[in-house]
């Protein structure tokens, strides 16, 4: 083996590193931020007083918004990374699986002859779909210049507001099966990655917490709009 190929090989892995370790982080915010979301259930008071909360945390030692800022700068820092070994990963799996450099998994299903796994597909087209929802979400909900029922200096009504139209239910449902297929598969991977794939049982427990994550951050996003769109909050 040549000098070359083994430093590409390890570039590899320290790339599915970085993607592991930057996705587990997004699935942390999302976790918190699914948290943060059921407080709509507790009305507006409580709803915007986290919001304003968010804001001011770390207070006198840091200056309003701070913290707010060291975690937009930590989420940006992770989507960079993310998408950067993706793409990096794939355009390797692309030269890998041309023609002339040994065709491996031929297959009928892909116009390009190669197989394509339903999880790759998943992870790529859904994590171009999900990077333009987090754009759209945040010209909807943060800066509020989409603002479909009504715009608002309130969060909870922004919200409120948001959910009362039928097309935004659908538009983050959408969104959300796509957060929750890359998900499943993302979760899985990572854990792959990082080392769980030691035996069967292990195996076996990763495909679980994969189903876990995937179905816990799907429903807890979904169930304000839901529960808002049909009148059962406020
Ligand atoms: C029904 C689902 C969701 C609702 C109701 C929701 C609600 C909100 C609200 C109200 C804000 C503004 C917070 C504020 O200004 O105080 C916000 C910000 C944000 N949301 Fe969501 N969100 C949802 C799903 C998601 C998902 C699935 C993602 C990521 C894939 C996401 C990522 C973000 C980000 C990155 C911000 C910006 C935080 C900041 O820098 O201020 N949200 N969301």
Redesign the pocket.
Known sequence: MTKQRVGARRSTVALKALMAVSGLLMVGY?LL?MYG?LKVFSGQVKFDEY?HH?RTLGEPILPYEGA?WI??VV?LAAIIAHVYSAVVLTIRDRKATRVGSGPRYKSKQNKRGFQRTYASFTLRWGGVI?FL??IF??LN??TNDIAPGGASPS?YV??MNTFSEWYMVLA?TL??LA?GFHLRHGVWAAGMTLGANTSVKARRNLNVLAYAVAGIITLG??V??FAIFFGWVG
Do not use: D, E
């Open positions: 999302l931020h979301n919001s968010l707010l975690i937009r989420l999900i929802f987090i979400h945040l909900l943060t969060p922004r919200v983050y969104a959300l957060v996003f979904l304000p709009p």
